[in-house]
């Protein structure tokens, strides 16, 4: 579709009432979004199951919104609209029922390339396992070629974002809110959107100006699940809003993932009944690749990600490497195990992780990062 049938549908947008399902109906009955816009109160009362209440919001709202300003104010921030018809809208997405009309990115992607997407999801509150998992699916789904998607939100989809960019590949973020600069939500991912922006791109069916609320996070929950090949959840609790993502993707007919966590922790009570309920379960980057078939495009991707140089290391650093584990282990024992000087382990573990071979959790907790 052309730039008339772009601008008329951008300024649909404009017109609070007025959803995707709505638009289907207009655009379908007079062929253009230009000739539903101007449609008269009476040619729109023609169109099958148009309920009087929407014809209200349609022709008072209208009267109100310039097209062509609207049109050019988007252009000024850098932001593309994606029509459902336009070649660069994602094929996956246009195959949900309830696809949105209008997709709104911004940012370096081109979407002209459609390269394997997954989702990675899961809960803002999480355990210093969460994130070594986060991290490690991120890293090496980005190694093996796929782009990771998830949701900018605190917690594991941040983590997501970040181990993906550390992988030097491209992410991409799908906000509840408009993706310019002012409504990027959570305000504290400021730089983090601006990173993912350089190499990625935010996404979302809202137009400029529109702030996150309640409502719209399950609706942006739908666009993550239909987006891609696949889902991961990673630490979920019982009422997790990452559980309406995987419950989407299984309504789409996409793979469900989820990362098994203790019985006993809060923080995997959704992840493991999501495996009850048959979600497949994953160990590592292989299990996924494998059951989408990827693994014939990207063989010994895993392998690849997970092998890491330790030669040339001082007999120090390989003390404290040998006792550092995937279990949070305090900068305390760690000096107790070396029996190192409190010093010397902070200076050698701050050179281990910036070789990438340790990694700081949180409260001077460290892990190996391998």
């Given amino acids: 579709m052309g730039t008339t049938y772009n601008t008329y549908l951008h300024a649909f947008r404009f017109i609070e009432g007025i959803g995707s399902s709505t638009l289907e109906k207009l655009f379908s009955h007079f062929g253009s979004s230009e000739q539903a816009w101007r449609a008269s109160e009476t040619e729109l009362a023609l169109v099958p199951k ?45 195959e949900i029922p309830d696809a949105p009309q209008a997709l709104y990115t911004r940012g370096s992607f081109d979407w002209n390339k459609q390269p394997p997407m997954i989702a990675i999801v899961g809960s803002r509150k ?40 550390a992988a030097g590949s491209e992410t991409i973020a799908v906000l509840g809110s408009g993706i310019d600069d002012r409504m990027i939500s959570p305000v504290s991912h400021f730089q983090l959107a601006q990173k993912i922006m350089r190499h990625g791109a935010l996404v979302s069916e809202y137009p400029p100006g529109t702030e996150a609320n309640q409502g719209s996070f399950p609706q942006r929950d739908r666009i993550i699940a239909g987006l891609f090949l696949g889902t991961i959840v990673i630490e979920a609790a019982e ?55 990827l693994d014939t495009l990207f063989p010994g991707a895993e392998k690849k990600s997970a092998t890491t140089d330790v030669s040339g290391l001082s007999p120090e650093e390989q003390k404290i490497l040998q006792v550092l584990t995937h279990e949070p282990l305090h900068v305390d024992k760690i000096i107790k195990q070396t029996i190192l000087g409190t010093a010397q382990v902070s200076s050698i573990l701050s050179l281990l992780e910036i070789k990438g071979l340790a990694k700081n959790v949180g409260g001077m907790h460290y892990v190996r990062a391998l």
Avoid at 146 to 165: E, R
Avoid at 243 to 259: G, M, P, S
Avoid at 268 to 282: D, F, I, R
Wanted: charged share 20%.
């Fill in 50 to 94: 148009m309920s009087r209440d929407k014809i209200a919001l349609i022709v008072a709202g209208r009267k109100h919104l310039d097209p062509q300003k609207l049109w050019e104010d988007l252009l000024e921030l850098n932001i593309t609209l994606h029509g459902k018809q336009d070649p660069t809208y994602p094929a996956l997405l246009r």
């Fill in 126 to 165: 999480h355990s210093a396992y969460g994130v070594q998992v986060a991290t490690r699916l991120a890293e090496d789904l980005a190694r093996a070629g796929c782009i990771v998607v998830s949701g900018m939100a605190f917690g594991i989809d941040s983590v997501a974002h970040t181990g993906a960019l």
């Fill in 239 to 293: 009422k997790s809003g990452s559980l309406i993502t995987a419950q989407c993707a299984r309504d789409y007919n996409r793979e469900v993932f989820a990362v098994p966590g203790a019985i006993l922790s809060p923080y995997s009570v959704g992840t493991n009944l999501l495996l009850k309920h048959g979600a497949k379960l994953v160990t590592g980057v292989s299990d996924i690749l494998e059951e989408l078939q």
